[in-house]
């Protein structure tokens, strides 16, 4: 089979093109053939420490779909034919993340991910793909599309007319818009592009602050709501967000901490955490059974990804580059049927 490869090399020349026997099926898995792949973040970080972390090629990426095309024996809950996804913690299926569920990543410095033509999964590890979602579309959702919908809806409860607050605009943030004014939610975002900013409001964004011109972001969006604080912050920043999403927190409120774009050590000010009762929750994607919770949601409002550009299987190196770039809004695809945008 065709796939891709991180080999310990600088920068993005560590993605190769390479081919691999094809993998066998065991009992209790299923063999998936790869359609389409989206780009996360944790793919360009990952493809630039290459050189120093790997000690042998690996496979990139953790978001996949595809379509079952063998399982193995005792297999009960897929047969040939169905649409799937892989979730991004293969063994997560329910309860606690664990050391043991952060060492089976895909994608990760120790285990293959999902840009290759086929993957073989324990059948626990594999979500449908909504009714009438694309190979594309579905691609989208293990990571991005579930890290938000735990943000606002598993560590805590996003209710209708209460207001949160987004940061940037990628696959997260753009999700995260998306599934809070579905659930009636007021929302208020940050960027530093007036064209993304546009987009961001057309999308459903009642405000969109500048970061860049206003330092105090935080304390505009708190203004924002007559000076009470929003409801629940959706922090993809890290040690250089953290101060000014509290500062935009109400008393009680709640930040769902995701990402450290900025730097995950540094100085912080927690004096508005415990003085303002602010509850931070850590969120890293998620489990089987909640994907299967955003699934359902997902064909309940009919809510569609946001992607950015879909790149065909042999540009994938042109996908990293678009994604590290930051021009993007939405998502990032490679797909096996080729470049549609």
Not at 141 to 161: D, I, K
Not at 175 to 201: P, Y
Request: hydrophobic letters at 40%; a neutral charge.
């Amino acid at each position: 089979m065709k796939t891709w490869e991180l080999q310990p090399k600088p920068g993005f020349d560590a993605l190769t093109r390479a081919e691999r026997p094809s993998p066998s099926v065991g009992a209790g898995e299923v063999k998936v053939r790869v359609e389409a792949v989206s780009l996360n973040y944790r793919d360009v970080l990952i493809a630039k420490g290459a050189e120093k972390n790997l000690k042998s090629p690996r496979v990139p990426t953790s978001d996949g779909a595809g379509e079952v095309i063998e399982v193995g024996p005792g297999v009960t809950r897929w047969k040939a034919g169905d649409r799937v996804m892989a979730n991004f913690f293969p063994h997560w299926v329910d309860g606690e993340l664990s050391d043991a569920h952060h060492a089976s990543a895909l994608g990760g410095s120790g285990v293959d991910g999902m840009l290759r033509e086929e993957v073989v999964l324990p059948e626990h590890s594999w979500v449908r793909i909504p009714a009438g979602y694309s190979f594309e579309e579905a691609s989208t959702l293990p990571c991005a599309g579930l890290t938000a919908w735990q943000a606002l809806f598993e560590v805590t409860s996003l209710r209708p007319g209460e207001t949160v607050l987004l940061q940037g605009s990628g696959g997260v943030s753009v999700f995260a818009l998306q599934l809070a004014k579905a659930a009636g939610a007021r929302v208020l975002m940050t960027s530093s592009s007036a064209d993304k900013a546009a987009r961001l409001r057309e999308l459903g964004a009642e405000e969109v602050i500048d970061y860049r011109a206003e330092a105090k972001w935080g304390e505009r969006a708190k203004a924002l709501t007559g000076g009470r604080g929003v409801d629940l912050v959706v922090d993809v920043g890290g040690q250089a967000t953290f101060d000014q999403s509290s500062a935009a927190l109400r008393y009680g409120g709640t930040m769902s901490m995701l990402g450290v774009l900025t730097g995950g050590r540094g100085e912080v000010n927690l004096h508005s955490v415990f003085y303002r009762r602010q509850t931070v929750h850590g969120v890293y994607v998620g489990s089987v059974s909640m994907f299967e919770r955003f699934v359902a949601a997902l064909e309940h409002t009919r809510i569609r990804p946001v992607i950015d550009r879909v790149f065909g299987f042999d540009d994938a190196r042109a996908a990293w580059e678009h994604l590290a770039s930051g021009q993007h809004l939405g998502k990032v695809v490679v797909s096996r049927a080729g470049r549609t945008s």
